[in-house]
């Protein structure tokens, strides 16, 4: 055996007569037969003694980072002394020097330090802003966006029973389609979905040619990027979209309560009657209720538009043509019978309806071309989705 033995852990030459390096504690000769030890042998290649395992001073701490949402952890592992430094630095960092803002997320942070890689210890610290930085690593967690607990527990109608009951400008609807995409605002989601409901529930030639339009008018308040093609809402939106939901809520609770009264009445008067009264049905008088017909910069004719749209003799489509001019076009909130009564005056038509409110009620029902609304004690109507997508996509009607 040679003089001069080095050790193979910490490189320290060992005294001549020794089995064991002084600096480490590795054993460097067999005991029984003093032969040199291999680097990492359980026995002695010459006598097949066992070795004496050695414990090393320098065990492996871990530290992990989790993120919430999407939980990705970062995992590295340190020697005692440096693991030491960088866990003081950390806590350093955490404790005294990084506050999270009013509209940014928690994320926690959890330090896991151990004494060997079997036997670990879990301390966790106090919650971490966005971004984490230190001589060694930086992580920047995901956003995390939810609502609250009682969005979650709110029921909301199916998405087909809105496009029935509710009257929205289309980026509303837009906005809409995006928050029942996103489970009601508490995930993400993307523009191309998002894009496709719309072209499948409420395409038409004018409506595609303003989508893009639309689209981009709900970032201003409504909507923000979290990155390329996926976006969340924004506080603003989600109180935007309640207060739809919440106005179709009461409109649907008014009607009720109408027609309540109405029942309620018509029962009081039936107990008063002792005799049974026949008498004649007369049509309802209808006072026209004036409304602007006439071509400007922004709109044409009510004349010149029903003689494009040319909805022929019958009156189901002569009324929901007129009800689309006064609705979409002029861009008043309803029309009433009064309205299509002054129609049919201005322009001259015959064979206008003696029982014209039961007309539109008819249409209501078989249709589903009109929604009936109250307004304080004014009764109108407006276009359903199957109504205006009728007037746009079947009128003129095809030979």
Not at 29 to 42: A, L, M, Q
Not at 200 to 208: I, N, P, S
Request: glycine fraction near 4%; hydrophobic fraction near 35%; charged fraction near 25%.
């Amino acid at each position: 055996m040679p003089k001069s033995l080095v050790c193979q852990s910490c490189s320290v030459a060992v005294i001549e007569d020794a089995f064991f390096c002084h600096n480490c504690g590795l054993q460097v000769k067999c005991k029984g037969c003093g032969e040199k030890v291999i680097s990492g042998s359980k026995n002695c290649s010459h006598c097949g003694l066992p070795v004496i395992k050695t414990s090393h001073s320098t065990s492996i701490n871990t530290f992990k980072l989790r993120e919430n949402k999407e939980e990705r952890i970062y995992e590295i592992e340190f020697t005692n002394e440096v693991g030491k430094e960088i866990k003081e630095v950390i806590a350093d960092l955490l404790k005294n020097k990084l506050t999270p803002t009013d509209n940014e997320e928690q994320n926690v942070g959890q330090l896991v330090t151990t004494e060997s890689v079997k036997q670990a210890e879990v301390k966790e610290l106090i919650p971490a802003p966005t971004t984490v930085t230190s001589p060694q690593l930086e992580v920047t967690p995901l956003p995390i966006f939810h609502t609250g607990q009682e969005d979650r527990e709110a029921v909301y109608p199916h998405l087909n029973d809105l496009e029935i009951r509710l009257d929205c400008k289309e980026n509303e609807w837009l906005l809409l389609f995006s928050f029942y995409n996103s489970n009601f605002g508490a995930n993400t989601f993307t523009k191309d979905i998002i894009w496709q409901l719309y072209k499948d529930k409420r395409k038409t030639e004018t409506r595609f040619k303003n989508l893009g339009t639309n689209w981009r008018s709900l970032f201003k308040k409504y909507l923000a990027t979290v990155k390329e093609n996926e976006f969340r809402f924004t506080n603003a939106g989600l109180q935007k979209v309640k207060s739809l939901l919440r106005i179709n809520h009461d409109n649907a609770e008014n009607n009720f309560v109408a027609r309540k009264s109405n029942s309620v009445s018509n029962t009081r008067m039936n107990t008063i009657r002792t005799m049974p009264v026949s008498r004649k049905v007369v049509a309802n008088s209808i006072v026209p209720n004036e409304f602007d017909v006439y071509k400007n910069e922004y709109k044409e004719a009510l004349e010149a538009f029903f003689r494009r749209k040319n909805p022929g003799n019958g009156n189901p489509n002569r009324i929901i043509t007129i009800a689309y001019y006064i609705t979409k076009i002029n861009h008043q909130e309803y029309f009433t019978e009064g309205n299509i009564d002054y129609a049919y005056r201005i322009l001259n038509l015959n064979n206008k309806p003696a029982h014209l409110k039961q007309i539109i009620i008819n249409l209501k029902n078989e249709r589903l071309w009109f929604q009936k609304i109250i307004d304080n004690t004014t009764t109108g109507w407006k276009l359903t989705r199957q109504g205006e997508i009728y007037v746009e996509e079947k009128l003129p009607a095809r030979a």
